[in-house]
């Protein structure tokens, strides 16, 4: 299991590429000396998942250090 800064860098890369991707700053193919380097292509939606999974990770990772439950119990509630 990852600890926290780890998913903290991680989360830092992932933001440094969405920042890539909404500039224009993000190389598909390549041309040189008749050769073509083609990288893979990657959606704002790609990036956006993993965001939030990464955040769910780090939650999680937080929250089992601090000997948390994972999520707090649900609470019923009767109204009449």
């Not at 992932?14 to 040189?32: F, I």
């Not at 998942?49 to 649900?74: F, G, M, N």
Request: hydrophobic residues 40%.
């Amino acid at each position: 299991m990852a600890t926290a800064e780890e998913i903290r860098g991680h989360i830092a890369d992932v933001r440094a590429a969405r920042l890539q991707l909404l500039k224009g700053e993000r190389v598909k193919e390549v041309w040189r000396d008749g050769r073509r380097l083609t990288f893979s292509e990657i959606t704002m939606d790609g990036i956006e998942k993993a965001l939030s999974a990464l955040d769910q990770e780090l939650a999680d990772v937080l929250a089992a250090d601090e000997s948390r439950p994972r999520r707090r119990a649900i609470g019923i509630r009767y109204s009449n």
